[in-house]
């Protein structure tokens, strides 16, 4: 079956999750060709959930020791999307994959739902860090998003309809709740393989979050380098990356169809903006929904 999305293209349900054509392309291309190797880091997000946030944390901590001074960072010059790829995105162009594969410590990012991930993923134990964020959040990212990427020929998307449609489940990979959960799931069952933190955490205590990520990551900070773990949290912050240049100017392009500009991925970077858009109601639907289907997981959120 299919349902309109949130911009003009379709989504599809396959195994269970929505996914665009463009999308669905790239998770087969993944599940054929990508081969994990052990020291492969993935970061796993949903849509909105964080993903250029964490791209530049995890880059920053993974290179750590190479980059002392602070303002040559290669950070500064490239953004989060292009230091830290898209796995389904670059998988379907062979060059780009190749040259990528290379690097000493291929850092890659994904929105693939856990049961859609290769089998290698799994048995390889490469490095997953999963990041969630409050749906009634994401759920205002994604709608902003949308509302800034649609053409404008189009008629106007309703807030409402978006909360309709991300309540049913359909949401680009979504059911957003199926997505959590799964991977919460594996981080129950293999915490030294999958690292599940939230936005919300690492807004509240970056120094914790940065420090337990590094550990996972096998990058510890040691007594003494504090300051460190401060460069990257501020080198990291939202102030900090919109203002790059960088940041400012360039295109991703996610497939040959599918160009959007850099700026568009730093709006607010607020935990709780839902308030300026959803009604009581709408949020009280959404923490229904949330406990409903992860309540009985253990999951606290
Ligand atoms: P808002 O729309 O609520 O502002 P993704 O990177 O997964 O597409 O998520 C985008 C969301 O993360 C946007 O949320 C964006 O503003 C926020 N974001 C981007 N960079 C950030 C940063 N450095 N710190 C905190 N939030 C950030």
Redesign the pocket.
């Known amino acids: 079956p299919k349902e309109k999305g949130w911009r003009t293209e379709h989504l599809y349900q396959y195994k269970s999750f929505w996914l665009s054509l463009g999308a669905l392309k790239g998770v087969k291309r993944t599940q054929q060709c990508f081969k994990a190797q052990p020291t492969d880091i993935l970061l796993a997000?949903s849509?909105?959930?964080?993903?250029?946030?964490f791209k530049?944390l995890i880059y920053a901590i993974m290179n750590r020791d190479r980059f002392d001074d602070i303002s040559s960072h290669p950070l500064l010059t490239k953004g989060p999307h292009d230091r830290v790829p898209f796995l389904e995105a670059i998988i379907q162009n062979e060059v780009s994959y190749n040259d990528y594969r290379t690097s000493s410590s291929p850092l890659f990012a994904t929105h693939i739902p856990y049961s859609l991930l290769p089998t290698s993923v799994k048995s390889f134990g490469c490095k997953i860090v999963y990041v969630f964020r409050d749906p009634k959040?994401v759920l205002?990212?994604n709608w902003?998003?949308m509302t800034k990427l649609r053409s404008k020929d189009l008629p106007s998307f309703p807030i409402e309809d978006a909360f309709d449609l991300f309540c049913k489940g359909v949401s680009h990979y979504g059911p957003f709740w199926d997505h959590v959960s799964d991977y919460w799931k594996a981080s129950l069952e293999n915490p030294d393989r999958v690292l599940f933190l939230t936005y919300e955490d690492m807004k509240k205590n970056p120094n914790v979050c940065v420090t337990k990520l590094a550990k996972f990551l096998d990058k510890s900070f040691c007594d003494g380098e504090e300051d460190q773990v401060q460069e990257i949290i501020k080198l990291?912050?939202?102030d900090n990356?919109r203002n790059l240049e960088v940041n400012q100017t360039g295109v991703q392009h996610f497939s040959s169809q599918f160009a959007i500009e850099n700026r568009h991925?730093?709006?607010?970077?607020?935990v709780g903006?839902w308030r300026n858009h959803l009604t009581v109601e709408m949020a009280q639907q959404l923490d229904q929904i949330t406990k409903q289907k992860l309540g009985g997981t253990g999951f606290n959120c």
């Open positions: 997000t849509p909105k959930s964080g993903t250029t946030w530049a959040d205002v990212s902003n998003f990291c912050s939202f990356l991925f730093f709006r607010k970077g607020e903006d």
